[in-house]
């Protein structure tokens, strides 16, 4: 009403001008102007209100209706000293086709193995609304979220903001403060684990939403990160447990100082139960099993995939808060309770004998002269123990064995995966089997036990301590000419170097590699 009077008498104050006909045009094009962007406001108001009532339809297409329990891997607690992990580090697995995409079985494991539930004390009370975390910062947009160009693994990390999970969608969603306009969302596909040629492995969708109008509303809100990696692969495989998965989960976990929770696709009961206590030294929630988790997740970042920087290792200039090889020895020391830190020092121990032990492997690659060896080691002045662990021996049993002695000694497998637990400084003889494998003995094992702040003593066999040579002959490719069997590509190389020899180690040639390894101990 006051409008309507206010325009009267301007109106009839302007008719006595000589300015009444332009002006009252120009103000009644503005009055025209305001009513239909008024109406335009009004209409798109509507249109949110409807989108926002089925958000998460629009974050995701591929979101099933049906409702689900949800993914937790458990929720019981026990105690640690009524479970024993099983295993003990020798490959029982056809190593040999550590490049193939394949994931292994293991049998014998009927009964899940649980991660306890910790109770999540640092959740804020319930909100669907997201996004309410202390310190909240929204990361500035010029972040790079994934990184694809890496030869070996794709990651993503999220930076700070508002993250949203949906396992059974496998859906990141990440959230903007403000609506970013019509534009396209952003989305990356990848496999969240270490080897991201592994087609076996299901992708996780990232996508960066353009505005909080899309985001499907909180289940559940988390203070602390989460990381999504997956199980699978190469998994099974002593030495893939700890290259493919264990060494990339602590590049990425570490830094939270156990405040992460893990959203773990193609999940593995038996293998979460068998590495427990290192899973637990890194994260002290439980375990979501993300393919069946219907809730959904808030958190103020999220990291998806698992970085391997090189086998077996970690690039210190590439990892968070310059993390190194010696840093995951010391972390397993510390988890295990190993005592030893170093190995003993002959030179202030005169008389003492230094302990070596011998990984007598069951299957291909093993020494048909253990006893000879050991004999020789005897000789020279070592204590000698000759282990040949069992897939039932429990890890931690198994570490503190392993860190009880100065020098291990096995051929070319997984069973040099334990040199992890030795004190540093402490020493490796790694024996590589015939046929032009020194590069790969190197870069799986050589080159990260260096990184450990080990020894490192190489011995490879000639071709007369092959048993390939009374297998095949002296006039065979595969002894004459080892090159010509690595061009026919590595299932030839695998089949037949890796897959059919064992070794009758000289132990004349071989004794100044042992005389090696005392002097190193002085």
């Known amino acids: 009403m006051g409008e309507l009077k206010m325009m009267k008498n301007l109106t009839k104050a302007l008719l006595h001008s000589s300015l009444a006909v332009p002006f009252l045009l120009g103000f009644f094009f503005v009055l025209i102007t305001y009513t239909v962007s008024d109406q335009f406001v009004f209409s798109h108001s509507l249109t949110t209100h409807v989108t926002q009532s089925n958000p998460l339809k629009d974050a995701t297409s591929t979101i099933p209706e049906n409702t689900m329990k949800d993914g937790q891997f458990t929720k019981e607690n026990f105690s640690e000293t009524e479970h024993h992990v099983k295993n003990s580090g020798n490959d029982s697995t056809n190593e040999h086709k550590k490049n193939k995409d394949k994931t292994e079985t293991v049998q014998g494991h009927e009964t899940l193995v649980p991660i306890p539930e910790t109770e999540n004390k640092d959740a804020p009370n319930s909100d669907n609304s997201g996004g309410k975390f202390e310190n909240f910062e929204q990361s500035p947009t010029t972040l790079p979220i994934c990184n694809t160009q890496s030869p070996l693994s794709d990651t993503c990390d999220t930076q700070k903001g508002d993250i949203r999970t949906h396992g059974i ?6 959230v903007p403060k403000f609506s970013a306009g019509g534009n396209a969302p952003q ?13 076996s492995i299901k992708k996780v969708i990232v996508k960066k939403l353009n505005g909080p109008q899309e985001a499907p509303p909180c289940t559940v809100n988390n203070k602390y990160p989460a990381l999504v990696f997956a199980l699978g692969g190469l998994i099974g495989n002593y030495w893939h447990d700890f290259t493919d998965v264990l060494v990339p989960l602590f590049i990425a976990s570490r830094q939270f100082d156990r405040k992460v929770q893990f959203l773990v696709t193609n999940i593995q009961p038996w293998w979460l139960g068998k590495y427990e206590t290192i899973i637990r030294a890194l994260s002290r929630y439980e375990i979501i099993d993300f393919d069946k988790d219907n809730q959904v997740r808030c958190f103020p970042r999220v990291l998806v995939g698992l970085e391997m920087h090189k086998e077996f290792s970690i690039d210190p200039s590439r990892a968070p808060n310059g993390y190194s090889m010696v840093d995951f020895t010391k972390f397993l020391r510390s988890t295990f309770h190993l005592e030893r830190d170093h190995p003993i020092k002959l030179s202030q121990n005169p008389g003492a004998k230094p302990r070596l032990m011998i990984i007598n492997r069951t299957n291909y690659r093993k020494f048909n002269n253990t006893p000879e060896i050991a004999r020789l080691a005897e000789k020279l002045g070592f204590e000698t123990v000759v282990s040949d662990p069992k897939f039932n021996l429990g890890l931690a049993e198994f570490a503190k064995t392993v860190n009880s002695f100065d020098v291990l000694l096995g051929g070319h497998g997984a069973g040099l995966t334990n040199s992890v637990f030795l004190p540093t400084n402490a020493i490796v003889i790694q024996v590589v089997p015939y046929g032009n494998l020194e590069h790969m003995a190197k870069v799986d094992f050589g080159d990260p036990i260096v990184d450990m702040n080990l020894k490192y003593l190489e011995y490879s066999i000639s071709a007369e301590e092959s048993t390939l040579m009374e297998m095949l002959g002296k006039d065979h490719p ?4 080892p090159i010509s069997i690595h061009q026919q590509g590595w299932d030839k190389v695998a089949e037949y170097y890796l897959g059919k020899q064992d070794m ?11 005389l090696k390894a005392l002097e190193l101990l002085k």
């Not at 595969?478 to 000419?481: A, H, P, Q, T, Y």
């Not at 009758?504 to 042992?514: G, K, S």
């Open 169 to 174: 969608s496998s859906a990141v969603l990440i």
């Open 187 to 199: 989305e990356w596909k990848i496999r969240p684990y270490s080897r991201k040629h592994m087609e």
């Open 478 to 481: 595969v002894i004459k000419d």
């Open 504 to 514: 009758r180690v000289d132990v004349d040639r071989f004794a100044p590699t042992l």
